[in-house]
T-cell receptor, first 117, second 118 residues
Framework: GAVVSQHPSRVICKSGTSVKIECRSL??????MFWYRQFPKQSLMLMAT?????????EQGVEKDKFLINHASLTLSTLTVTSAHPEDSSFYIC?????????????FGPGTRLTVL | AQKITQTQPGMFVQEKEAVTLDCTYD???????LFWYKQPSSGEMIFLIY??????QNATEGRYSLNFQKARKSANLVISASQLGDSAMYFC???????????????FGKGTKLSVKP
């Protein structure tokens, strides 16, 4: 199946710093990628849809200036958490759709665990 | 209103036995897809099985089968012959397919934590 990678897998930073998370589709091109956030023992919540060459579409309640998304190429989307605070500590997961011939299967990256001290 | 409901926060099953994880969904669309994902403690989301709303047969993938009851809007996951490695969070999800070919986002339930006992 299609492979989606994320880097870094884990990051610990001080409050007030910015953190960039990369999401790459390794063996396919992804015009659309998705960014999710998952708090402990909770479900995945969609933050935004990242569109190659255009602005991301954010879900209601997600701060655009806080979570900057850039989809510069067909294989790379980045999420930058600006001026991170402890409440931003979470598990961030990206994904991309691949049409398998029957349906759009969504492949997920391994996730990035962010801890803000 | 919740689109995907998983009523079992946690489930226990004895190794080698079968277990059913419940999922009900809410949509007014006629065309949609239902998915089950497994999330082990490492965090990665692993796709397990898919059921299209127009599929007449219940989907099966190895030890996984989906008990699709369209009239009741339920899509329960059945895992046969449970193994210790099946211990994980399981998420039910739905994607709505709109007229013209566009698709909605994947919507997840809250998940069920399955623990397999030796």
């Amino acid at each position: 199946g299609a492979v989606v990678s994320q880097h870094p897998s884990r990051v610990i930073c001080k409050s007030g710093t910015s953190v960039k998370i990369e999401c790459r589709s390794l063996d396919f091109q992804a015009t659309t990628m998705f960014w999710y956030r998952q708090f402990p023992k909770q479900s995945l919540m969609l933050m935004a849809t990242s569109n190659e060459g255009s602005k991301a579409t954010y879900e209601q309640g997600v701060e655009k200036d806080k979570f900057l998304i850039n989809h510069a190429s067909l294989t790379l989307s980045t999420l930058t958490v600006t001026s991170a605070h402890p409440e931003d500590s979470s598990f961030y997961i990206c994904s991309a759709n691949v049409f398998t011939g029957l349906f759009n299967e969504q492949f997920f990256g391994p996730g990035t665990r962010l801890t803000v001290l | 209103a919740q689109k995907i409901t998983q009523t079992q926060p946690g489930m226990f099953v004895q190794e080698k036995e079968a277990v059913t994880l419940d999922c009900t969904y809410d949509t007014s669309d006629q065309s949609y897809g239902l998915f089950w994902y497994k999330q082990p403690s490492s965090g990665e989301m692993i796709f397990l099985i898919y059921q299209g709303s127009y599929d007449e047969q219940n989907a099966t993938e190895g030890r996984y089968s989906l008990n699709f009851q369209k009239a009741r809007k339920s899509a329960n996951l059945v895992i046969s012959a449970s193994q210790l490695g099946d211990s994980a969070m399981y998420f039910c999800a739905m994607r709505e397919f709109f007229y013209g070919g566009s698709q909605g986002n994947l919507i997840f339930g809250k998940g069920t934590k399955l623990s397999v006992k030796p």
